[in-house]
């Protein structure tokens, strides 16, 4: 059993900057894919940014490409989203997830664990 622990949300204005964390339990989280999704109010759940085992695969929607930045440090079993330029259309919660099989793709399929998740509130 994994366990996730998001932390780092909040409330902000546009144009500013949020850093997300994600800790797990265990020792395998290296061998992990990992996966940011978030969800609006009424919305589906919707794709983030996931990387892979070793972080040599990163991918974003296109929403947040070239604001958002996924990043791990497996020593410390965390993965982290660094959230840029933010605007009042990425208010939602987000979730942070496990991908077992290491891909870290971008289908809420593929991942096995899924954190409570953090509330994200930009203020235009």
């Known amino acids: 059993q994994v366990q996730l622990a998001e932390s780092g949300g909040g409330l902000v204005q546009a144009g500013d900057s949020l850093r997300l964390s994600c800790a797990a339990s265990?020792?395998?989280?290296?061998?992990?894919?990992m996966g940011w999704f978030r969800q609006a109010p009424a919305k589906e759940r919707e794709f983030v940014s996931g990387i892979s085992w070793n972080g040599a695969i990163t991918q974003y929607a296109d929403s947040v490409k070239g604001r958002f930045t996924l990043f791990r440090d497996n020593a410390k079993n965390t993965v982290y989203l660094q959230m840029n330029t933010l605007a009042p259309e990425d208010t939602a919660v987000y979730y942070c997830?496990?991908?077992?099989?290491?891909?870290?793709?971008?289908?809420?399929?593929?991942?096995?664990?899924w954190g409570q998740g953090t509330q994200v509130t930009v203020s235009s």
């Open positions: 265990g020792r395998a989280f290296s061998t992990y894919g």
């Open positions: 997830a496990a991908d077992t099989l290491g891909a870290g793709s971008r289908f809420v399929r593929s991942y096995n664990y």
